[in-house]
Antibody, heavy 116, light 110 residues
Framework: EVQLEQSGAEVKKSGESLKISCKAS????????IGWVRQMPGKGLEWMAI????????RYSPSFQGHVTISADKSINTVYLQWSTLKVSDTAIYYC?????????WGQGTLVTVSS | EIVLTQSPGTLSLSPGERATLSCRAS???????LAWYQQKPGQAPRLLIY???SRATGVPDKFSGSGSGTDFTLTISRLEPEDFAVYFC???????????FGQGTKLQIK
């Protein structure tokens, strides 16, 4: 069974840095693209970034390019999403997703709350 | 950039009725790369339909997808209480690799 286990909720202040994680199991980690989707409070879904763990080929939505960094450690089947400078507007739930052309598996979500 | 527009924004129906949700693309897209998701309150989204009409594993046959070109439809026959949720369509483009979601349709009990 494919499982994507995300790190726990975070409470941060504007300007701080953050790295959240997603550990995959139940499939060949290096063989699928894996990425992140944002959901702001009461809003829809936005694709942010995706990476192919085997060679760390990373792609970004133009809306998020330069603001977040995606990375992967295939030795521990884990993908990361990091911010160097958080904004209040980064407050959202972040979902880890496994991708074919669609997102067939989702993590449970990581709530990130950023205050001023 | 392809924009997906879902309609209606909110759909109010009664259990037992049939729901028809629309997803319109700003330009013609490949049906191979069109998917639908269901999201219930407090839960992660769940893949329902991929390649426009193929049901994901474990999805009951009351959910069906159709369409091509710019117009795609998710149909839910015989609504049950657990079907009332938010539904999103999504499209994928390979070069450059990009994923786009519609804004969602909320299906609520009338």
């Amino acid at each position: 069974e494919v499982q994507l286990e995300q790190s726990g909720a975070e409470v941060k202040k504007s300007g701080e840095s953050l790295k959240i994680s997603c550990k995959a199991s139940g499939y060949s980690f290096s063989s699928y693209w894996i990425g992140w989707v944002r959901q702001m409070p009461g809003k829809g879904l936005e694709w942010m970034a995706i990476i192919y763990p085997d060679d760390s080929d990373a792609r970004y939505s133009p809306s998020f390019q330069g603001h977040v960094t995606i990375s992967a450690d295939k030795s521990i089947n884990t993908v990361y999403l990091q911010w160097s400078t958080l904004k209040v507007s980064d407050t959202a739930i972040y979902y880890c997703v496994r991708s074919k052309s669609w997102f067939d598996s989702w993590g449970q979500g990581t709530l990130v709350t950023v205050s001023s | 950039e392809i924009v997906l527009t879902q309609s209606p924004g909110t759909l109010s129906l009664s259990p037992g009725e049939r729901a028809t949700l629309s997803c319109r693309a700003s330009q013609s897209v490949s049906s191979n790369f069109l998917a639908w998701y269901q999201q219930k309150p407090g839960q992660a989204p769940r893949l329902l339909i991929y390649s426009a009409y193929s049901r994901a594993t474990g999805v009951p046959d009351k959910f069906s997808g159709s369409g091509s070109g710019t117009d795609f439809t998710l149909t839910i026959s015989r609504l049950e209480p657990e079907d009332f949720a938010v539904y999103f369509c999504q499209h994928y483009v390979n070069s450059p690799r990009q994923y786009t979601f519609g804004q969602g349709t909320k299906l609520q009990i009338k």
